[in-house]
């Protein structure tokens, strides 16, 4: 006997697919986001006549961002893997309570998806009109590449999609355990 029934809508794939779009979209913004990451890391070090001609008199602020947004994106990748892997055990054993876990994982990617695009947005607004960011031997390109605009974008949509998910699949499992 089956402890929960499989629903028939496929909604256990699509949260396998959520959590591997937000694992992807991680990858995708990793390199990108830790070059903004290590501009500002080496920023903190040069002297304070450096950082004036450089424009980054606010480099310890900007560390602080940057080292939030490599977190997030870092958590989202550790959650996706972990999430999946809760996700096939649970219909490995039929089992809701690796599903429930599953969901609680994949919330928390999500929202960690959310957080890293609050964060490189806060990140974008506090750079303003920079551009480079002119340092004592290299000059460092402080725009958003487009992988970081596309995982934005993508966690976003990610978190929203999962939202609706959950709820379907709430209101899938109601509707079959009234029956």
Not at 45 to 64: G, H, L
Not at 96 to 121: E, Q
Not at 131 to 147: E, T
Not at 163 to 174: F, K, T, V, W
Request: hydrophobic residues 55%; contains cysteine; proline residues 3%.
């Amino acid at each position: 006997m089956r402890l929960f029934p499989r629903p028939q809508n496929g909604w256990l794939k699509r949260a396998l697919i959520l959590l591997g779009a937000m694992a992807f979209l991680s990858v995708f913004a990793t390199i990108d986001t830790s070059e903004h990451f290590r501009t500002w890391r080496t920023a903190r070090m040069w002297t304070s006549e450096q950082k004036v001609t450089a424009q980054a008199e606010d480099a310890a602020a900007m560390f602080a961002i940057a080292s939030a947004s490599v977190i997030f994106n870092t958590a989202i990748v550790a959650f996706s893997a972990v999430g999946a892997l809760a996700l096939g055990i649970s219909v490995a054993l039929d089992n809701r309570k690796w599903l429930s876990v599953s969901w609680a994982i994949g919330l928390c990617a999500s929202a960690c998806g959310i957080l890293y695009s609050f964060t490189v947005i806060i990140y974008k607004i506090r750079i303003g009109e920079r551009h480079i960011l002119k340092g004592p031997i290299f000059d460092y390109n402080l725009a958003l590449q487009p992988p970081i605009v596309i995982a934005i974008v993508g966690y976003i949509l990610v978190f929203i999609l999962w939202i609706a998910l959950m709820r379907s699949a709430r209101a899938n499992q109601a509707g079959q355990g009234g029956q």
